[in-house]
């Protein structure tokens, strides 16, 4: 293991480390409390996985369409794709569970979990856009260091996008 690895290891615990510390500042009353779903959040979570399994699906079989069978020249990395497909149907289960109200449990604190996405999303996008300047992040090489916090970074920033939304809606709605 050389010492560039052993940096992006050491990054990666410290960053596990700074998320764990956050989330015991911010939910620390909540420590304990188990996340209760009624009937109908069941449901539309189930469809958010189908939904989120589904475009996992056609994603990697478009990778490996382009990348195996017809053998285009695309000069992204599998890993690159494939991060890509992942991340997007991530992105595709939380917004969805988010605007139709099943993403929170009924005894979560929606404002204490949009301050924890809005940091994460920060330090994310800061690390993945420091990568991308000093050289380190290349969606052409299999490593994905750098590429994985932006896409990650990207994710958090459409969950946070997604609550905003939803708290804009739900209020009109409440006026109405």
Wanted: proline share 0%.
């Amino acid at each position: 293991m050389n010492y560039y690895n052993l940096g992006v290891l050491s990054g990666i615990i410290v960053g596990l480390i700074i998320v764990a510390l956050v989330k015991i500042i911010i939910f620390k009353k909540d420590v304990g409390k188990k996340d209760e779903y009624d009937e109908r959040q069941e449901l539309l979570r189930n469809r958010g996985f189908k939904y989120a399994y589904f475009s996992t699906l056609i994603g990697l079989g478009v990778v490996f369409l382009f990348k195996g069978v017809f053998d285009f020249n695309i000069t992204l990395s599998y890993s690159f794709m494939i991060s890509t497909v992942m991340f997007l149907s991530l992105g595709i289960y939380v917004v969805y569970c988010i605007m139709h109200d099943a993403y929170f449990s009924l005894t979560s604190n929606r404002t204490k979990f949009g301050i924890m996405m809005t940091v994460l999303s920060l330090f994310n996008l800061a690390s993945g856009i420091i990568a991308i300047v000093n050289g380190h992040a290349d969606i052409h090489s299999e490593s994905l260091a750098g590429i994985a916090n932006l896409e990650c970074g990207l994710v958090f920033l459409a969950a946070g996008l997604a609550m905003f939304i939803k708290n804009k809606m739900d209020k009109k709605e409440e006026e109405e």
